[in-house]
């Protein structure tokens, strides 16, 4: 199991300064799935403020933007979402039961 970070969507100015389609905010989400076809995922919003010289939007790749949300957020956090995802998924498969079969 792996966690599969996605962008959902981005949020840009398109005008700011002498720059155009500024990319000012990142929807992440952030999912794995077990072997029995268990499902956990989170979603969340950053914002972003992009150093240097802007990547052209058309050119931005989602890897980029992944990137970026994570620097974003910070290594801690992400570990963080991360190990929350796998605990997630870690509860719906061990779990007890008890009742009787009548």
């Known amino acids: 199991m ?5 962008i959902e ?5 398109l005008v700011q300064g002498d720059n155009t389609d ?3 905010t990142l929807h992440w989400r952030a999912s794995d799935e077990d072997s029995d076809g268990n499902t956990a995922s ?10 240097g010289t ?5 050119d931005i790749t989602e890897e980029q933007a992944i990137g970026w949300a994570k620097d974003a957020l910070g290594e801690t956090y ?4 991360e190990e929350g995802i796998a605990f ?5 498969t061990n779990f007890t039961a008890s009742g009787t079969p009548w």
Do not use: F
């Open 2 to 6: 792996a966690v599969t970070w996605r």
């Open 78 to 81: 992400v570990t963080s979402i």
């Open 9 to 13: 969507n981005m949020e840009r100015d």
């Open 88 to 92: 997630n998924l870690n509860e719906r």
């Open 22 to 24: 500024i990319v000012t």
């Open 42 to 51: 989170t979603y969340g919003t950053v914002g972003v403020t992009l150093a």
């Open 54 to 58: 802007p990547t052209p939007y058309v």
